[in-house]
């Protein structure tokens, strides 16, 4: 098993691009379409996700991306970079943002951050323990539920 994990981290490192779930690219389009400005946030190195951002053509939804890098090596702390870039100060992040994620962390952070969070179920994590954990604002089996969710959300 570690032979496995040591080769794919040699793949994902030499630029292997995965692909995304299928309801990303559709969602996000909607999402644009409608409006909703939108970036990711991940502890993944800045230099593997941008591969994988353009790669999968994200790039063509997402007006910017963070990862993981030597000044800021935890997603925690992008809520400032986040900020500056869309140019909010902290009672306008708190209001205008979203956390979506398929990680019970993620919702933790939504919390840490001050914002909504809404979880994405996964094959790999389980409603009911995300319900339990009771940090979610919202929850979607499938990211084409998202753009509805953030309407209401927004009473858009």
Same mark, same amino acid.
């Given at each position: 098993?570690?032979?496995?994990?040591?080769?794919?981290?040699?793949?994902?490192?030499?630029?292997?691009?995965?692909?995304?779930?299928?309801?990303?690219?559709?969602?996000?389009?909607?999402?644009?379409?409608?409006?909703?400005?939108?970036?990711?946030?991940?502890?993944? %190195?800045?230099?593997?996700?941008? @591969?994988?951002?353009?790669?999968?053509?994200?790039?063509? #939804?997402? *007006?910017?991306? !963070?990862?993981?890098?030597?000044?800021?090596?935890?997603?925690?702390?992008?809520?400032?970079?986040?900020?500056?870039?869309?140019? %909010?100060?902290?009672?306008?992040? @708190?209001?205008?943002?979203?956390?979506?994620?398929?990680? #019970?962390? *993620?919702?933790? !952070?939504?919390?840490?951050?001050?914002?909504?969070?809404?979880?994405?179920?996964?094959?790999?994590?389980?409603?009911?323990?995300?319900?339990?954990?009771?940090?979610?604002?919202?929850?979607?089996?499938?990211?084409?539920?998202?753009?509805?969710?953030?309407?209401?959300?927004?009473?858009?």
């Amino acid at each position: 098993r570690s032979s496995e994990i040591v080769a794919e981290w040699h793949r994902i490192n030499e630029g292997a691009v995965y692909p995304v779930y299928s309801d990303v690219i559709p969602s996000l389009q909607t999402l644009k379409m409608k409006g909703y400005k939108m970036c990711a946030s991940t502890n993944t %190195l800045q230099p593997i996700l941008d @591969r994988r951002i353009i790669g999968n053509r994200l790039n063509t #939804y997402l *007006d910017f991306w !963070l990862g993981g890098t030597p000044e800021i090596i935890n997603k925690k702390d992008h809520k400032e970079p986040i900020k500056k870039r869309y140019d %909010l100060n902290e009672t306008q992040f @708190r209001a205008s943002t979203v956390l979506v994620g398929d990680g #019970y962390k *993620d919702m933790d !952070l939504a919390k840490i951050w001050g914002c909504k969070g809404v979880f994405v179920v996964r094959p790999h994590n389980s409603e009911e323990k995300a319900i339990k954990q009771g940090n979610a604002d919202g929850i979607v089996h499938s990211l084409t539920e998202l753009p509805q969710l953030l309407d209401e959300i927004f009473h858009v």
